[in-house]
């Protein structure tokens, strides 16, 4: 089934504010880089912010079940909470990395009521609870104090990862998740 073009300008401008940022990204390169005039874009969206909630949620929609599913791939919890980390070498490696889209939004717009921040925080909530979840499974004594640890180093590596003044950051996370995780689960 051929997407609509709602969804259409949801997909391409997620590539685009992922690549030049929000606050960069005007009305005129988002019509130029998607062909879809502004009239059409402002008939599905009544804002540029309203578009942005639409992408956010698209690409937390795709991150999530990306992760999750790599996640998934290993097996027991265990393994599972540790292949995060390879699945974010993966992430980092490709060409158009460009950091993770919910703290550029978050960093943009830092008011912490503003709904593109609520939506950003959301996402993170969302890792949070599933990895709660994994941790739990996996028998942590403390299922909450392990998934935040693993999620900070999850940040920690992401936005080490688009500095760049590490070789490898996912692999460095692991090594630190894997004493973490192996602490939490005597």
Known sequence: MRPSKRDELVRKALNIFYREGFHATGMDLLSGETGISKTTMFKHFHSKDELILA???LRDQDFRTWLF???A???EPRAQLLAMFD???????????RSCM???AASEYPDPDHP???QSAEHKRM?????QAIASEAGAKDPAGLARALLLLKEGAIVTAHLGHEADPA?????IAEKLISAALD
């Not at 699945?87 to 990395?97: C, G, H, I, N, V």
């Open 55 to 57: 992408v956010l949620r």
């Open 127 to 131: 890792l949070f609870r599933q990895l």
């Open 102 to 104: 919910f703290i550029k």
């Open 87 to 97: 699945a974010l070498a993966e992430w980092f490696a490709k060409p158009d990395f």
């Open 73 to 75: 791939e290993a097996g």
């Open 69 to 71: 599913r790599r996640m």
């Open 171 to 175: 692999g460095d996370a692991k090594a």
């Open 116 to 118: 593109i921040h609520v």
